[in-house]
C-alpha cells in the first residue's frame, strides 16, 4: 500500500526529500491523513508529523521549523522535506496512514521504511 | 510531551505462555492508544487501537485493556510468530508519542 523512496545518503547543513507513493486511492479519501514516523539506529519512534487532504497539519515542535509534508493527489505520493540536517536525522523514516474511519485515527499502515544517512 | 513509560523492555518466554506488556501515560489519554507489532526489517502492524479493539486480522490471543493513564497488551498463549518487538503509540494530544518498546523473544 505504501512505498517510501528517498537518496539514501544525504550531506550534513542539506534537506533530506523523501516520497510515500500510494498504490490505492486513499489518498484521496478524507477520512485518511498521512504521516511521518522515524526510528534512529537502535533507538525508538518519534513522529514527525502529519497532513490532512485539506491541508490541515500537524508537527512534532521538536522537528517543526524544518519540516513540510505535502500531499499530490496527481502523483499519489506523499513527501517529507527536512531542512538544515544533521547526523542526528539518520534514521529509518515511516510513511504511514491515520484511519479515522476504521482505527480510530490511529495508523493502520506503514510502508516497509527508508534508511536516510547524514554524512558527509 | 506526554511521556510513555512501557515495560518491561524486554522479556523471554515460551511457547503457550501469557505474555503481559504495560504502557503509562504521564497523564490521562482516555482510551486513544494503539498497540503495534515490529518485525526486524518490516513495517510496524497495528495490533490493537482505541485501547481494546482489535484490528482486522489480528489473532484473538492479543487483547489490549486500560483506559486513562495505564494500558496493557496480553497475548494468553505464546506463539513462535510472536517474536517481534512491540509498542504503544498515543495519539491523543500532540505530538503523537511512542513507548520505548518491549522486545518479546521466545
Known amino acids: 500500500l505504501l512505498q517510501e523512496s528517498g537518496p539514501g545518503l544525504v550531506k550534513p547543513s542539506e534537506t533530506l526529500s523523501l516520497t510515500c507513493a500510494v498504490s490505492?486511492?486513499?489518498?484521496?479519501?478524507?477520512?485518511?491523513?498521512w504521516g511521518w514516523i522515524r526510528q534512529p539506529p537502535g533507538r525508538g519512534l518519534e513522529w514527525i508529523g502529519n497532513?490532512?487532504?485539506?491541508?490541515?497539519?500537524n508537527y512534532n515542535p521538536s522537528l517543526k521549523s524544518r519540516v513540510t509534508i505535502s500531499v499530490d493527489t496527481s502523483k499519489n505520493q506523499v513527501s517529507l522535506n527536512l531542512t538544515s540536517v544533521t547526523a542526528a536525522d539518520t534514521a529509518v523514516y515511516y510513511c504511514?496512514?491515520?484511519?479515522?474511519?476504521?482505527?480510530?485515527?490511529?495508523?493502520?499502515?506503514w510502508g516497509p521504511g527508508t534508511l536516510a544517512t547524514v554524512s558527509s | 510531551a506526554i511521556q510513555m513509560t512501557q515495560s518491561p523492555p524486554s522479556l523471554s518466554a515460551s511457547v503457550g505462555d501469557r505474555v503481559t506488556i504495560t504502557c503509562r501515560a504521564s497523564?490521562?489519554?482516555?482510551?486513544?492508544l494503539g498497540w503495534y507489532q515490529q518485525k526486524p526489517g518490516e513495517a510496524p502492524k497495528l495490533l490493537v487501537f482505541?485501547?481494546?479493539d482489535l484490528h482486522s486480522g489480528v489473532p484473538s490471543r492479543f487483547r489490549g485493556s486500560g483506559s486513562g493513564t495505564d494500558f496493557t497488551l496480553t497475548i494468553s498463549s505464546l506463539q513462535p510468530e510472536d517474536s517481534a518487538t512491540y509498542f504503544c503509540?498515543?495519539?491523543?494530544?500532540?505530538?503523537?508519542?511512542f513507548g520505548g518498546g518491549t522486545r518479546v523473544e521466545i
Open positions: 497532513l490532512h487532504l485539506g491541508g490541515n497539519s
Open positions: 497523564q490521562d489519554i482516555r482510551n486513544d
Open positions: 503509540l498515543q495519539d491523543s494530544i500532540y505530538p503523537l508519542t
Open positions: 482505541a485501547a481494546a
Open positions: 504511514a496512514r491515520r484511519n479515522y474511519l476504521e482505527t480510530s485515527g490511529l495508523f493502520d499502515y
Open positions: 490505492d486511492d486513499s489518498l484521496k479519501k478524507t477520512v485518511y491523513h
